[in-house]
């Protein structure tokens, strides 16, 4: 069983377009979030969620929006697409605990994002 | 704001022969972790270090943490060709609040390990 997943795995576009980008994990953690891998492959948190309520919100262009329906789904919308946002995106879920120790996250496949 | 510093971060090593990874961060953290990652794949939960002079063993990887010295070395033994990857690794902070469950990376070391 996958544990945590996302879709769409690739997604090539034009800049200007809106595009989402989901996540379902199916561990029972409570805490998901959302990673940005560069070309130079470093790692970027850009939100976490903890029982649908945004926790983490780093200094992320206000046309990256995401949204927790319920703790095992974590979608992300982008709004007018810009060259800069290619990336490879990932999920991620943990289990967090006590004072926001964070148990090991478990990381989705990643979906690479091309604008063209 | 924590920074965490990986070198080398490029590794070319030949089969058989032994290396180390170094990770260090620049403010106190009550964990570290060691992904591997594979080209085009996701990350990989290798290692998680949870006090000072916790030392883990998997396979030919050998991880340990001097939270002292804010350093986290892993020991590749005898390298085989599979260990090829990108290894990070990562750090949380002590604070809650706005640093809850965030993890800081590392560069990540690409490591080839030749025939």
């Known amino acids: 069983d996958t544990a945590v997943s996302q879709t769409p795995k690739y997604l090539v576009t034009q800049m200007g377009n809106d595009k989402s980008i989901k996540c379902e994990q199916n561990?029972?953690?409570?805490?998901m979030y959302w990673y940005k891998q560069d070309s130079k492959k470093f790692l970027k948190i850009m939100f976490s969620?903890?029982?649908?309520?945004?926790?983490i919100n780093e200094t992320v262009p206000n046309r990256f929006s995401p949204k927790s329906p319920d703790k095992a789904h974590l979608n992300l919308h982008i709004n007018s697409l810009e060259l800069g946002d290619s990336a490879v995106y990932f999920c991620?879920?943990?289990?967090?605990f006590g004072m926001g120790h964070t148990d090991t996250q478990y990381f989705g496949p990643g979906t690479r994002l091309t604008v063209l | 704001e924590l920074k965490v510093e990986q070198n080398p971060l490029f590794l070319s090593m030949q089969e058989g022969k032994n290396y180390t990874i170094y990770c260090n961060y620049s403010?106190?953290?009550?964990?570290l972790y060691w992904y591997r990652q594979d080209p085009g794949k996701s990350l990989e939960s290798l290692f998680v270090?949870?006090?000072?002079?916790a030392v883990k063993q998997e396979g030919r990887l050998m991880a340990s943490l001097d939270t002292k010295a804010r350093l986290s070395t892993l020991h590749i033994t005898a390298a085989v060709h599979d260990l090829s990857a990108t290894y990070f690794c990562?750090?949380?902070?002590?604070?809650?609040?706005?640093?809850?469950?965030?993890?800081?990376f590392g560069q990540g070391t690409i490591l080839t390990v030749h025939p």
């Open positions: 990562a750090v949380t902070s002590n604070a809650g609040g706005t640093s809850y469950g965030k993890l800081t």
């Open positions: 991620a879920s943990s289990q967090v």
């Open positions: 403010t106190t953290s009550d964990r």
């Open positions: 561990l029972g953690h409570d805490t």
């Open positions: 969620y903890n029982n649908k309520e945004l926790i």
């Open positions: 270090l949870l006090s000072n002079g």
